[in-house]
């Protein structure tokens, strides 16, 4: 029953978000969270430092993926202890790698990829776990489960990558193509549900001028991808078909950043295996379905591992757990919300109407 209730909770939480998301977070409004002043001019002006409803999605993103992934461990009584420190390194890498591979890629310093990072945590997270148990445990009677563990990592990124799509529609990157550009077949299916962006300091205007245009909205569209497998893998885990969670969240995930790129019109930086066809972020992507597909036979399932979900989410139920969650929102919303591309100038007046 506990599974049925987190499922459709799961489902009706997603839709109402998106179904609020997908209408407004195109609008000029909702680019910039907070301004914070940061140096006094002479003129009585203050120049401000940028945060931006990019940091905040993101970061919530970050901060639902974790909370799943832990969840997961724990209704599979795997140590709280020993998945904060994996989830702390591969969080580490990944927030490091978002932005490295997007600047050997798209040669730019300011921005950040999640294609990139998730590439690079996929390579790394089954290492990092068997690492980690065999530095920890006695021996190898008592390992943790590398493919369960690896099947729970998949599902929190399909969320997060689902939700972190959010951050893209506020800033305005990762945009589809325009309208006038596409298919018919494109045109007709999207001509009622196309974003048209607003705002000068959107990514997709400074960079395209493409503000005002209707697009396609490609980022609603993976997030909903996203969303869905991740959904369903989610079942498939909480089923014990680990294996099969594992590839359905790799598969789809991975095959749909592969189709699409066709449907983008950002910058996906100029390094290509042919020039015209497959981005590096392709490739990333085929090289992760590859490699998912071969991590069963490097690291054999358990033939079987008792699952309580209602334990999973007792495992959380704690100050340190919820602590420990609210420090990743903050470093990821710092980290990655510090607007690096735009500027503001601030004023401030006594209101003596007031006084």
């Given at each position: 029953m506990i599974i049925l209730v987190v499922m459709l909770g799961l489902a009706a939480s997603m839709a109402?978000?998106?179904?609020?998301?997908?209408?407004?977070?195109?609008?000029?409004?909702?680019?910039?969270?907070?301004?914070?002043?940061?140096?006094?001019?002479?003129?009585?002006?203050?120049?401000?430092?940028?945060?931006?409803?990019y940091g905040f999605f993101i970061a919530s993103a970050y901060a639902v993926a974790l909370l799943l992934m832990l969840v997961l461990a724990g209704a599979l009584s795997i140590p709280v202890g020993a998945m904060l420190v994996i989830c702390g390194l591969i969080?580490?890498?990944?927030?490091?790698?978002?932005?490295?591979?997007?600047?050997?890629?798209?040669?730019?310093?300011?921005?950040?990829?999640?294609?990139?990072?998730?590439f690079v945590c996929l390579v790394a997270a089954p290492w990092i776990v068997a690492a980690y148990s065999r530095i920890t445990t006695a021996g190898p009677e008592s390992p943790l489960p590398v493919i369960p563990i690896m099947a729970a990592l998949a599902v929190a990124y399909c969320f997060g990558e689902g939700l972190g799509r959010l951050a893209c529609i506020s800033f305005g990157c990762c945009y589809g193509r325009p309208l006038t550009e596409c298919p018919p077949l494109?045109?007709?299916?999207?001509?009622?549900?196309?974003?048209?962006?607003?705002?000068?300091?959107?990514?997709?205007?400074?960079?395209?001028?493409?503000?005002?245009?209707?697009?396609?909205?490609?980022?609603?569209?993976?997030?909903?991808?996203?969303?869905?497998?991740?959904?369903?893998?989610?079942?498939?885990f909480l089923c014990g078909h680990f294996t099969g969670a594992l590839l359905v969240a790799i598969s789809v995930s991975q095959a749909w950043r592969i189709i699409s790129e066709g449907l983008r019109a950002d910058f996906r930086g100029n390094l290509a295996v042919w020039p015209g066809t497959f981005s590096s972020y392709q490739?990333?992507?085929?090289?992760?379905?590859?490699?998912?597909?071969?991590?069963?036979f490097l690291f054999p399932p358990p033939q079987s591992l008792a699952l309580d979900l209602a334990q999973g989410l007792k495992s959380?139920?704690?100050?340190?757990?919820?602590?420990?969650?609210?420090?990743?929102?903050?470093?990821?919303?710092?980290?990655?919300?510090?607007?690096r591309v735009t500027a503001s100038t601030l004023a401030f007046y006594v209101r003596r109407d007031k006084i």
């Open positions: 109402l978000l998106f179904r609020w998301a997908f209408r407004v977070l195109p609008q000029e409004r909702w680019q910039f969270l907070a301004v914070i002043p940061a140096l006094s001019a002479l003129s009585g002006q203050w120049q401000g430092r940028n945060f931006t409803f969080l580490a890498i990944g927030i490091a790698a978002s932005r490295w591979i997007a600047g050997w890629v798209e040669k730019k310093k300011n921005t950040f990829t999640v294609g990139g990072a998730s494109i045109r007709g299916l999207f001509s009622r549900r196309a974003f048209v962006f607003a705002g000068k300091t959107k990514k997709i205007a400074y960079e395209r001028s493409l503000d005002g245009v209707a697009v396609v909205p490609i980022q609603a569209i993976t997030a909903s991808v996203n969303i869905g497998a991740g959904w369903l893998s989610l079942w498939l490739v990333m992507a085929a090289l992760s379905l590859g490699y998912a597909l071969l991590l069963p959380v139920w704690s100050a340190g757990i919820v602590i420990f969650i609210e420090g990743v929102w903050l470093l990821v919303f710092f980290y990655q919300g510090l607007s």
